[in-house]
């Protein structure tokens, strides 16, 4: 007999089209706020939030910065061509580095019409917007692996002023339409710093300057380490079965100073989005792959958590006292690592006590990540939200989650 836990369908409900948020809010700490706080809803205004906190929150952000991924080439047939820039291959899979990168660069691709590219063909763009111009090339160098070229003639600019200048915003599919202006500033962050994402992290989209300054004043603390949004955000789940699901991975980092501050704050750590809990949970996971001492490789792929009875886990400290001292012992004060690490009822969570997040469409790894922090209530936040004319998905409303 099937549990019905695993079971898709159970994750599923009806969002009418026009409860997608196509265009942003013109305030962005305006958008409304669903929290959920012991089953009990109550319904407030985002900028509200700092005193909605519990007492000693230690909020968590994902300061990665999305780039603006999609590249579009004419063909001389008058054929558009758009490459949609997923993980980086070449100098080096970190995209930071691979943003100051001059010359040529290979990326994993998404390609727009693929079948049209045929052969050894280069793709090619003018760039008139830098002096003297640009030349951008393009071609494929593993097709099966969809593993694209880009260099550029002369080489003395850097590969993130190329896209800053040539790319499009990889705006999420469900909007259905085409990149603006505004996009380019209001599908980030305001504390974005590390360029490698191609999809916000949106549960920070609602903040501002202002809601920052509020949280400090009312003594809480926060931090920022990163996670890489990829396009596998997005990825449907097509099997009944949900632990079939072939989980996306995505780059991470984190330095000894967030573990220090994990450490030393005693009160409940909220994750500010699904990326941020997702790195989170997984920083855990790789204090007990130190621990266990099998592995150093800070990778958590998509099933690791469940390998275990919970109740023979290390604690919260003790995992990540075992990454400390692994800094410490290799003296690194910053890991990169992946994960995959998928999130559905039945996890153990480890680090976070409350999340702020969008909401989410159906049936999708995000809404199970919510089902497992909340339970079932989730039915009933979401059914709240859309009888409250709550604005779904990348540029909605947020919500403010406790078990």
Known sequence: MKNPRFTLEAYDYQLPEEKIARFPLRER????????????????????????????????????????????????????????????????????????????????????????????????????????????????????????????????????????????????????????????????????????????????????????????????????????????????IRHNDIRKHPMHSEQISFTARNILNLLTHHGPVIAVGTTSMRTLESLYWYGVKLIEGSDMDPKIDSLFPYRFNPLNLPSREEALQGVLKHMEKIRQDEIFGETEIFIFPGYPFRICDGLITNFHMPKSSLLLLVSAFIGDHWSEVYKEALENDYRFLSYGDSSLLFP
């Not at 202006?181 to 974005?192: A, F, H, N, P, V």
């Open 29 to 236: 700490d305006q958008s409304k706020l669903l929290v959920s706080r012991g089953g009990k809803i109550s319904h407030e205004k985002f900028f509200r939030i700092p005193d909605l906190l519990p007492e000693k929150s230690f909020l968590v952000f994902n300061e990665t910065r999305v780039i603006p991924a999609r590249l579009e080439f004419k063909k001389n047939s008058g054929a558009m061509m758009e490459i949609f820039l997923l993980d980086p291959v070449f100098p080096s899979n970190d995209a930071a580095m691979v943003m100051k990168s001059q010359h040529e660069v290979i990326w994993h691709c998404m390609i727009k019409n693929s079948k049209k590219w045929k052969g050894n063909i280069h793709l090619e763009k003018k760039l008139d917007q830098f002096p003297g111009g640009i030349l951008l090339k393009a071609n494929i160098v593993d097709r099966e692996k969809n593993l694209i070229r880009i260099s550029w003639d002369p080489g003395q600019i850097t590969f993130g002023e190329i896209i800053e200048s040539a790319g499009k915003v990889p705006l999420p599919p469900y909007l259905k339409r085409e990149p603006v202006s505004e996009d380019r500033e209001r599908y980030q962050t305001i504390y974005s710093k590390n360029e490698g994402a191609v999809a916000a992290p949106t549960a920070g989209l609602h903040f501002t300057g202002k809601v920052l300054d509020q949280l400090v004043k009312k003594g809480f603390h926060y931090d920022f380490l990163t996670l890489h949004v990829g396009a596998g955000t997005f990825q449907p």
